[in-house]
């Protein structure tokens, strides 16, 4: 058996043969952080509150994170085309009114959820308020059968790469505007996709 193959029997198993992961509808709080997590939404107005409690800073470079993680994650699907889990009848499946045909590898949302969270480590308040919607809105990817569960591991370590690699070009201004400049301009073109 290959790497490919074990990989395919391991998100296979987890998804369909797991007790951890209900077949029934999911509960009203995981469907809509999987919804306002699209096209990462959901991290305007956490910043928007990280920024009232004083912590602007952090809601700054999360933010950032966040907008140059997202084009990263669909560049990166564009090149790995993994289909999505076949749970169409599944009633977690039809919670979402979203069907999503772009590459499964790896979940946007996670991607950009843990560039964010990751960013928001620094500070230890933002990240005790940050950290529990990152991991909601990745178990919602899963709950909900959009993703493989190395989907969202794989995005959760490419956000999380992101963060780092934006905090260490975070010193230099040009690097920041530029980088912003480059999501400004990727963003759109995969605004369709989740």
Same mark, same amino acid.
């Given at each position: 058996?290959?790497?490919?193959d074990e990989l395919a029997e391991l998100d296979?198993?987890?998804?369909?043969?797991?007790? $951890?992961?209900?077949t029934r509808r999911p509960h009203p709080v995981i469907i809509a952080a999987s919804l306002t997590a699209r096209g990462g939404l959901l991290w305007l107005p956490v910043a928007g509150l990280l920024a009232l409690a004083g912590k602007e800073k952090v809601a700054?470079? $999360?933010l950032t994170a966040a907008v140059i993680a997202m084009p990263i994650g669909h560049l990166i699907s564009l090149v790995v085309d993994r289909p999505r889990p076949q749970a169409a009848g599944i009633p977690a499946r039809q919670a979402l009114p979203e069907h999503p045909d772009s590459s499964s590898f790896p979940s946007k949302h996670a991607v950009t959820a843990a560039a964010f969270g990751t960013a928001c480590l620094e500070d230890r308040g933002a990240a005790l308020f940050v950290t529990p919607l990152v991991l909601l809105v990745a178990y919602s990817r899963l709950r909900t059968r959009v993703h493989w569960p190395t989907d969202v591991l794989g995005g959760l370590a490419i956000g999380a790469l992101v963060a780092v690699a934006q905090a260490g070009i975070g010193r230099?201004?040009?690097?920041r505007a530029t980088a912003c400049r480059l999501a400004a301009m990727v963003r759109p073109v995969f605004s369709d996709h989740s």
């Open positions: 058996m290959t790497g490919e296979a198993d987890s998804l369909h043969n797991s007790e $951890a992961l209900p700054k470079r $999360a230099s201004a040009s690097a």
